[in-house]
């Protein structure tokens, strides 16, 4: 039986980049990988134009709320393998301690949400930014996971970070 990986996108306020991230990694895992999303200082609803997006990808929204990554510090918390900031925001805050060990690393995209243009306009912000975090994911799916070292994984987290 394969492992199952655990993920967490994390960003300020888990309304647009993070939810999108998790939708995305829960929709191309292929059952391998089970993915959540939470903020720092949650904004306390998923951005609209997330939702727009994820019903016009045919993805699944089904259970996505804004919520605190408190909610994955705590004892009875699924266990993460890896950890994802997707906002310079949060890779700067202080987190709180993660049990285990999870890889982590940084993939910033720019926020969606700071969009005040029409609804066209933000759906198409909206959109870019899943373009980005889609590919990132993608490249992270196609590593060999279980055969990379911990030092050597992290690397090429960083690396998707960057690309």
């Given amino acids: 039986m394969q492992k199952i990986y655990n993920v967490l996108f994390l960003c300020t306020g888990n309304s647009a980049r993070s939810v999108l991230a998790e939708s995305a990694l829960n929709h191309l895992g292929g059952g391998h990988f089970r993915a959540y999303s939470a903020g ?4 306390g ?3 609209p134009a997330s939702l ?3 019903q ?4 699944s929204s089904a259970g996505l709320r804004s ?3 408190d909610e994955f510090a705590a004892s009875d918390a699924p266990q993460m393998d890896f950890i994802f900031t997707v906002c310079d925001n949060a890779v700067g805050e202080e987190c709180p301690l993660w049990l285990g ?3 982590t690393a940084h993939w910033g995209v720019e926020d969606p949400a ?3 243009g029409s609804e066209a ?4 912000v909206f959109e870019q930014v899943y373009q980005r975090l889609n590919k990132r994911i993608q490249l992270f799916i196609s590593l060999p996971l279980a055969k990379l070292d911990a030092l050597s994984l992290r690397q090429r987290l960083q690396e998707i970070g960057r690309s």
């Fill in 45 to 47: 609803k998923v951005h």
């Fill in 56 to 59: 016009r990808m045919g993805l």
């Fill in 101 to 103: 060990s999870p890889v």
């Fill in 121 to 124: 306009e933000q759906d198409k």
């Fill in 114 to 116: 700071a969009c005040t």
């Fill in 52 to 54: 727009r997006l994820l």
């Fill in 67 to 69: 919520k605190s990554w």
């Fill in 40 to 43: 720092s200082k949650p904004s």
